[in-house]
Structure formats: structure tokens, C-alpha cells
């Protein structure tokens, strides 16, 4: 099975135990930033793996979705953010950067800026580690936004914050998929690669401590304190997160910024 893990550490708390206590057997796993794996998904490279909430609208058809897990927020985030050298009010017509790194917070933004502060920034791709040189905001994800900052930035938004300000709901950033065309062969490792990640958020709640100084490890360069940021986090796929998603898909399709999606396709049986 040709897993792939979001190497962020908002990702950790699910592969702890398969990376730290109990190796899957016939199982290789594959680090890489959100975008990549989407890419891979969607080309059938990686049979199972998170991915961009945002991605799965390009090929809902072709995968089914984990019914228990995700990678949420409700408001406050910390690793999602725009750092700005001007009010997002001033936003209109400036340089953007946008980060290559993912795709469900680019598509957040958008709908923030263009619907609820009527907005249209000249948008524009950056490394997911941007300047502020020569353009006047950026977005920043993951890993990146938790490190020091480089530079003074006189403004800092929380996309999780402002969003759940905006339209009352909150952010699904990622969920779980598994390629349908692996399901019929391959259900006993899924369920394995499942009950692996109902062990490591087990190991969250019971041995918080040992995992964060894994995770502290893993990710030296982490700025923010990984227990709080560990609460800001929602890993559990609950109803009202489904319906926060399905809200978020809808205001994506109104403005084109994503294809609609007809209903989440559930993985049966897991």
C-alpha cells in the first residue's frame, strides 16, 4: 500500500504510532508537502493518503473519503496565515503570494478576500517560505508558519480565525482518501493503516507528553509550542466538520474557484 503523510506537524499526531511504536508491514510511506500528494493521488501514484480538503473536488469520483479523521480547526489555527505589510482591507489590486505548498487554504483565502471584504489581489505563486520583498502580502502554511518570523510583519491574520468570524463555521483543511480502485483487494491493509491512526490519537490523549518530544524531534526548527498547538487542532471527522466542509465546498463552487461537489463519498466497511 503506497501511503502518503502531510510532513507537517499537524500530521504527527496520525502517524506516531505507525512511525515510532509499530512499523506497518508492506506499507511504504511517502512524506511530501499537501500539494504534492494531491498530485499524486490524483494521478494514482499513492493509494491512500491525506490530502487538500480543497483537491478532492478534482477527483471526488475517484476516491473515497475516511469517515473519522481530518485535519480542522475551530478558528484559531496558527499555521495558516497571511502575513501583510498593509491592512487586508488595502488588499485590493496588491501583489498576493499564494503558497505552492497546498490548496485548500489558497481557495480559503480567496473566498474570504473576494466575498466578504470584496476584494481582488494580483495573486501570485511563492516558494511556501515567501518574502514580503516584493509583494505586499502572503499567504503561509504548515510547517512554515509555525517557524520565527524572518521579519517584522506589521499584520498577521489567522485564515482559521477570521473564517470562523466570517461565515460562523469552521476550516477542514485535510481529509483522508483511499483510491477506489485499491478497495476491493486492498481492505485489509487499509484497515490496518485505519487502526493505526485510531492508535496514534489514542497515544495523544494517554502519552501526550512522549509524542509532542517525538514530534519536537522530528521537527526541531518548530517555533510554536506543539501542545497548544495540538489543542487548536481537530482530528476527529465529526458531523458538524462535514457540514462546515460541505459549506466550504459551496462557496468554492459559487465563485469557480473549485468544481462542485456532489456529496462526500465515504469509504464503507473501515
Known sequence: MRLGYI???????????????????????????????????????????PISSAAYASFQDEAAVLPDFCLSSIGYVRSVILTSRLPIEELDGRPLGLSSASQ??????????????????????????????DIDAALVIGNEALLAMKEPVPYVYDLGDL?????????????????????STGMPAIREIIGSYK???????TERGKLIENARRRYPDIHYDIDTYYDLLKFEFTHDLKAALEFYYREAAALGLLAPVKKLNFLAGG
Open 199 to 205: 492508535r496514534s490519537l489514542l497515544c495523544l490523549r
Open 104 to 133: 485548500t487554504s489558497v481557495v480559503l483565502l480567496k473566498i474570504l478576500l473576494e466575498k466578504y471584504y470584496g476584494l481582488r489581489p494580483l495573486y501570485l505563486p511563492t516558494s511556501p517560505s515567501p518574502s514580503l520583498e
Open 7 to 49: 510532513d507537517y506537524l499537524n500530521c504527527y499526531p496520525f502517524y506516531y504510532h505507525m512511525m515510532e511504536k509499530e512499523p506497518l508491514a508492506n506499507v511504504a510511506l511517502h512524506p511530501a508537502y499537501p500539494s504534492e500528494l494531491n498530485r499524486m493521488m490524483a494521478s494514482g501514484e499513492l493509494d491512500m493518503s
Open 163 to 183: 473564517w470562523l468570524r466570517k461565515t460562523g463555521h469552521p476550516v477542514v483543511f485535510a481529509i483522508f482518501t483511499v483510491r477506489k480502485e485499491c478497495i
